[in-house]
């Protein structure tokens, strides 16, 4: 499967895609539909850390602490989001910023638009990457509500392979635990 080129999406795209595009901070709920969900999650899968993280506010001490976190995941090779959620054993406070990045891209859970959904699957995976690989919980969520979030997450089509290995062994991994 080829790369997504978003370069190239960008040049290919109609004036009024890009126009909603351009205004991020307007609601513009028909801005993306539904097919466009895959080329949605493959961007953002390989989205530098960096880029999105740095965004945060924060105050001076967490952005020093950031900064030199991503540095070193960096040095480590983890560079994107998929670098982080497949990496054996990724480092915590990048999960904790990114969980918490995802949460406030994901917005209130009734009716989100394609790229709130997009976001509220990553922002389940940075709860549950450190819940499954380290046994270490990032959120006061119970199993029970991260179990329900896990069944939406693996019944999306638009999952790519990987992240539904990842969705499914999360939800296996949950259900084989004792209750909360």
């Known amino acids: 499967m080829a790369n997504f080129d978003s370069l190239r999406a960008v040049f290919k795209s109609r004036a009024e895609q890009?126009?909603?595009?351009?205004?991020?901070?307007?609601?513009?709920?028909?801005?993306?539909?539904?097919?466009?969900?895959?080329?949605?999650?493959?961007h953002q899968m390989s989205a530098p850390l960096e880029f999105d993280l740095s965004s945060m506010e924060l105050n001076q001490s967490e952005e020093a602490t950031r900064d030199k976190t991503l540095s070193a995941a960096a040095a480590s090779r983890?560079?994107?989001?998929?670098?982080?959620?497949?990496?054996?054993?990724?480092?915590?406070?990048?999960?904790?910023?990114?969980?918490?990045?995802?949460?406030?891209q994901a917005g209130a859970s009734a009716q989100r638009?394609?790229?709130?959904?997009?976001?509220?699957?990553?922002?389940?995976?940075?709860?549950l990457i450190?819940?499954?690989?380290?046994?270490?919980r990032i959120t006061t969520l119970t199993d029970a509500d991260l179990l329900k979030g896990m069944k939406w997450a693996a019944s999306r089509k638009w999952l790519d392979a990987k992240t539904k290995e990842m969705c499914v062994l999360a939800q296996k991994t949950l259900q084989a635990r004792a209750p909360d």
């Open 113 to 127: 638009r394609p790229e709130q959904e997009v976001a509220y699957l990553l922002y389940l995976l940075c709860i």
């Open 130 to 136: 450190p819940r499954v690989r380290l046994g270490t």
């Open 18 to 42: 890009l126009s909603k595009v351009m205004n991020l901070d307007e609601t513009t709920p028909d801005a993306w539909a539904e097919e466009d969900l895959p080329a949605m999650l493959r």
């Open 78 to 104: 983890i560079r994107s989001f998929q670098d982080l959620f497949e990496h054996p054993a990724p480092p915590l406070a990048l999960l904790n910023w990114a969980k918490d990045f995802f949460k406030q």
